[in-house]
Each structure stands twice: as structure tokens, then as C-alpha cells.
């Protein structure tokens, strides 16, 4: 009779290497020399990369996208930034768009920083509106008992910033206290719509049950 061989051990599989806990993402990735992403910029804010090389074809750009926003009409100034820092005063979006405006001023006040830079650079152009300080004015106005004042700023505002609910709001506080129902429902649940979750819409739908049914 045959003798049996002992059975062998099972073999243990192969340790894998450890997964970098989570957090870790960004120095993984410059272990293996990937940069770390960056975080997405405001939705008022454009990136645009200036070639030294080429930066009339640089700049035609950077105002063909401006002109768009200018079209709009909810935006009234420029920003220029490099790497967080602000490179030129706030310039009124007319005057940047303007065939003038790009010949004689920012374009030539631009042009001098982007050669001071090191090769290729983006730079973030901001837009810029005014719509908080006509919020205020229109606040103001409410306060003093000048409705039609604070209308004409709350409207103002809107032009700037048509989804803005805090806008609206006021609209509807406006237009509640001159006795127009309809139109401070009509801007009281736009006000509710944008900000449903939030601070602004709760207002707006306290506001609303004040008016009544429709």
C-alpha cells in the first residue's frame, strides 16, 4: 500500500500594498509627479492663458468672451488677477469691450504685466457687479418711506443680477407695501423658488402666506 504524502501548506497570497487613506489623494498624486487639481473657480470667474507670443490673439480673445457677458447686461466691471492678486484697478466692462477702450488703455496696461511674467501665465478675469450696493440704496430708500426710489434700485439690481433672490425679495417687500399684490407675489415666489432651502426663500414664503390666496 502506497504511503501518502503529507499535504502541503496552502500558500498565503500575495500582500498587496497598502491604499493611501483617504486625504492622502494629493500627495499620492505627487509621488507619482501629478500635480493636485485645483479648486473650480467662481462662475463669475474666466481663465485665460496670455502667450507673450501672442497676446493680441491673447487679448482678442479674452474680449470676444467679455462682449458675450456685456450682452447680458448683469455684469459692470472687470477684475484682472494673477495667481490671487488683483494686476489692474476694476475697469467698467464698457470700456473693456470697446474697440477704443482695448486700443488706448487695459489692453495696453495688461500687455506690460503679461511680459513681466515668465512665459505663458493664465490670468482670471472677474466680473464684477453692482447689484449689492443698489440692494442697498433700495434698503435704504424703503426705510425712509420712498418707495418709488427703492423700486427704481431693487430694478437696477435686478438688471445687474436677474438670479439673485435676495433681489427679488425686496422687490416683493416693495411692492407689498405700495399695494401691488400680484407683482409682490409674482417676485416673492421667484425669491422662494431660488432659495428654496435657504434663509431668503423661508422669508419669502412667511411673506407669501401674509398676502393671502392669490
Request: no cysteine.
Amino acid at each position: 500500500m502506497a504511503s501518502r504524502r503529507p499535504a502541503r501548506p496552502a500558500r498565503k497570497p500575495a500582500a498587496k500594498p497598502d491604499k493611501p487613506p483617504a486625504g492622502d489623494g494629493d500627495q499620492a498624486a505627487a509621488d507619482e509627479g501629478e500635480a493636485p487639481t485645483d479648486e473650480a473657480l467662481p462662475k463669475n470667474t474666466l481663465p485665460f492663458e496670455i502667450d507673450p507670443k501672442k497676446v493680441e490673439d491673447s487679448l482678442k480673445k479674452v474680449r470676444e468672451q467679455l462682449v458675450q457677458f456685456a450682452k447680458k447686461g448683469r455684469y459692470t466691471k472687470v477684475r484682472f488677477k494673477f495667481r490671487g492678486k488683483q494686476l489692474l484697478p476694476d475697469l467698467p466692462l464698457a470700456a473693456v469691450v470697446a474697440v477704443e477702450g482695448a486700443t488706448f488703455y487695459w489692453t495696453g496696461l495688461l500687455r506690460l504685466l503679461v511680459f513681466n511674467l515668465a512665459g505663458r501665465a493664465v490670468i482670471d478675469v472677474e466680473l464684477v457687479n453692482d447689484s449689492e450696493k443698489r440692494i442697498t440704496a433700495g434698503k435704504e430708500a424703503l426705510l425712509s418711506g420712498d418707495l418709488d426710489e427703492a423700486l427704481k434700485a431693487f430694478r437696477e439690481a435686478l438688471d445687474m443680477d436677474p438670479e439673485n433672490p435676495v433681489v427679488h425679495l425686496n422687490l416683493g417687500v416693495a411692492y407689498k407695501l405700495k399695494g401691488q399684490k400680484d407683482v409682490a407675489r409674482l417676485a416673492l415666489t421667484k425669491a422662494k423658488a431660488l432659495d428654496a432651502q435657504g434663509p431668503t426663500g423661508a422669508e419669502a414664503d412667511r411673506l407669501l402666506a401674509g398676502l393671502g390666496p392669490a
